[in-house]
């Protein structure tokens, strides 16, 4: 039998983020304004929580012995309806410090995954820079290895958590392949100033690396693969994405249901209203059909990750237009009352934008999508 609904385990972690949302969220206003400091609140509501120990593995206090996709998943579907601060801090511990769950020595992986897992520490992983963007392989921060240990040279622009983090996770040029190295935020060299404010504001800042120096230890996975850790990381965490649309639209959905019900025009509800009504039952049907696709790839790439890839690019792309239509709808059906400045609907509208740029751009995503199926198609698997 086939089995649709998410089961117990996960259900009980999704009430467990919800829960902790709800604690924040009498500060989520304040805290989503944020683009140059983490709220303490927040942070230490994250740490109380324990919830940051789903990012990593069993071996270094993470709650189960890999990352389980559909547990981060359905965690920051129960955060980002609330605060897009929490969901940002929660997600980037992950996103952060994956490469070193996959590529760290045993004493990397030891020094940094216990602390990340308790949030004491936050992670940032550093790969945009001024120029480089969707196009990742034409990055001119470069690495090389010298006597001395490697050399890390060059600036990455829009980083969450810079400025915050303790360690980034750097993509750089190596020879003729690309390298990821571990450089702690202390290191000698490297700086960091705040990004220009975006329309949801978020923990953004540049990482300046004036030839830093790092023992050869930071080096993270094989010289010049680079991009298989890139992948692992995008493999694992790029479904959660699509969890946090889902949180994001159904708290919008709920918002505007909620002023439909209770507001009246012409002697009815706003919600028994034909167009208005077509509204919310597009975007429950919009919500509802994100919500399968993204549980169900976030399930497979519990399996094999990097196999699921193409699916979870899928519930990315589908959870975060989806989100981008429905919150649209709902500022709509709230007429001036969605307008209203740092209004629970108008921080959602605003929050759902940048869902569609990070952790690969819908048309970018297009592309790997139509490529998988194109390589399944040669090899006859359709
Ligand atoms: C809130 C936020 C947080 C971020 N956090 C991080 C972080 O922690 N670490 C990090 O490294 N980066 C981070 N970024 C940067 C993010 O990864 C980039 O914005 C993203 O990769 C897109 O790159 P770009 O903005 O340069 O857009 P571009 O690459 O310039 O793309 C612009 C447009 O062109 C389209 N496009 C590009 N290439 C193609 C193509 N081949 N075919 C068709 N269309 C194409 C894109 O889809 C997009 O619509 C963050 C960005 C935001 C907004």
């Known amino acids: 039998m086939i089995e649709f609904e998410l089961p117990e385990r996960y259900v009980a972690i999704r009430d467990e983020a919800r829960a902790l949302a709800g604690r924040i969220a009498h500060v989520a206003v304040e805290a989503d304004a944020m683009s140059d400091a983490v709220h303490p609140e927040v942070l230490a509501a994250l740490r109380d929580s324990g919830l940051a120990d789903l990012v990593v593995p069993g071996a270094h206090g993470g709650r189960f012995d890999d990352v389980d996709p559909l ?86 622009a829009f980083i969450s958590n810079a400025g915050h983090a303790a360690f980034y996770t ?24 705040p990004s220009p404010e975006i329309i949801a504001p978020h923990v953004l800042g540049s990482v300046v690396l004036d030839d830093v120096v790092v023992d050869e230890s930071h080096r993270l996975g094989e010289p010049g693969r680079g991009f298989d850790l890139v992948l ?27 002023h439909a ?24 049907t919009d919500l509802e059909q994100a919500r399968l696709l993204t549980y169900r790839s976030a399930a497979r790439a519990r ?32 007429g001036r009352w969605g307008l209203i400045r740092d209004s629970t609907i108008e921080r959602l509208y605003r929050a759902a934008r940048p869902m569609r740029v990070y952790e690969g751009a819908s048309e970018v995503l297009r592309l790997g999508i139509a490529k998988a199926l194109t390589d399944e198609h040669a090899a006859g698997v359709r």
């Open 71 to 156: 547990a981060v998943c359905v965690a920051r579907e129960g955060m980002m309806g609330t605060s897009a601060h929490l969901d940002s801090l929660f997600a980037l511990q992950g996103i952060g410090s994956y490469a070193i769950t996959r590529g760290g020595t045993p004493d990397q992986q030891a020094h940094w995954l216990p602390r990340v897992g308790r949030a004491e520490v936050l992670a940032a992983l550093a790969l945009t820079e001024p120029v480089a963007g969707s196009d990742l392989k034409s990055l001119t921060t470069t690495i090389e290895r010298t006597a001395d240990g490697l050399v890390v040279r060059g600036e990455k």
């Open 170 to 193: 750097v993509l750089g040029r190596e020879g003729d392949g690309w390298s990821v190295v571990l450089v702690p935020a202390d290191a000698a060299g490297l700086s960091t100033e």
């Open 232 to 258: 692992s990381t995008l493999a694992v965490f790029r479904v959660s994405v699509a969890g946090a649309a889902i949180g994001l639209a159904e708290a919008a959905l709920a918002e505007a249901t909620r």
């Open 261 to 284: 019900t209770e507001r009246e025009q012409f002697g009815r509800p706003l919600a028994r209203l034909g167009a208005v009504a077509a509204l919310l039952a597009d975007s429950w």
């Open 303 to 334: 399996t094999d990750p990097l196999a699921a890839l193409p699916h979870s690019s899928m519930a990315k792309l589908a959870a975060s237009e989806a989100a981008g239509r429905i919150v649209d709808r709902c500022v709509q059906v709230m």
